[in-house]
Structures are given as structure tokens and as C-alpha cells.
């Protein structure tokens, strides 16, 4: 794998572990970003010097997130894997936190010991609610059929 490939696998790994995936989960995502074609967990396996295990887990994680595919092979066990797009999904989980996020902020202002106290903490929220409007409308124009 070239210096430039490996470079990009190794920020998708460390990009989805600041969302507490696994840090292979996120280097298989950004591998199978960059291939052609559908690999195998092997393939896997071998392109980035990861066990069975970790691969394993890897591929459940990221197809339970939207962000894989896998292909079965008739008449095998064996399975292909391939990325989705997943864009949707990463923004929807991330609209998620962050709502949980605002929930907890909200939750705290009747703990504040002043009005600046509240008007910062009523200011946070609002920077956080505006992200996640600004995301949902970024997914519902990417929904909208092209004119």
C-alpha cells in the first residue's frame, strides 16, 4: 500500500475511534473506501496487518452502521465485503450524540450560579442545535431527487 494510502487508512481509523469504534473498524472502512472491488476478510486481513478477530468485528461494526455491505459467494461461507456510502448514516449518528449532548447541556441549567452562567451554557446548546439543523438539512437535500 503506498505512503499516501496508508496515510488516509490510518486517519479513518483514527477518525472513528473519536466516535469509540474500534480503531481497525475505521482503517477497514477507509481500505474499502479506496478499492475497486469487494474484498475478502483475508484480503482484509493481509492489506492491513489485522487478525481475523479484529476484521471480523470490523466488518459486523461497519455493516451495522450502514457503511458496508457484505456480498455472500453461492455455494461458500465465504463473504465479500464492500463499502457503502454512508454518508447518511454518519451524519444521522452523529445528529444523535449531539442531541444527547444538548439534552444533557438543557438538563443543566438549573444548576447554573448566575445569568452569565446560563447564558453561556444556553449559548453552547444553540451552537449544538444549529450543527445538527445545518446537518439535517445537508441530508434532505442530498435526498431530494436531482432537477
Do not use: C, K
Amino acid at each position: 500500500m503506498s505512503t499516501e494510502r496508508q496515510r488516509f487508512v490510518d486517519a479513518m481509523g483514527d477518525m472513528l475511534a473519536g466516535w469509540n469504534l474500534p480503531r481497525a473498524t475505521g482503517r477497514v472502512y477507509g481500505h474499502l473506501l479506496l478499492r475497486g472491488e469487494p474484498s475478502s476478510s483475508e484480503e482484509l486481513r493481509d492489506a492491513l496487518s489485522l487478525s481475523s478477530g479484529a476484521v471480523s468485528t470490523a466488518i459486523r461494526e461497519l455493516v451495522s452502521w450502514g457503511l458496508a455491505r457484505t456480498i455472500p459467494q453461492p455455494g461458500s461461507r465465504r463473504l465479500f465485503v464492500e463499502a457503502a456510502g454512508g454518508f447518511e448514516q454518519l451524519l444521522a449518528a452523529s445528529h444523535e450524540r449531539t442531541r444527547m449532548f444538548i439534552r444533557t447541556l438543557q438538563a443543566a441549567e438549573q444548576l447554573t450560579e448566575d445569568a452569565d452562567a446560563t447564558q453561556r451554557l444556553r449559548d453552547v446548546v444553540d451552537m449544538f442545535a444549529g450543527y445538527v439543523d445545518a446537518g439535517e438539512r445537508i441530508l434532505r437535500e442530498r435526498a431530494r431527487p436531482p432537477q
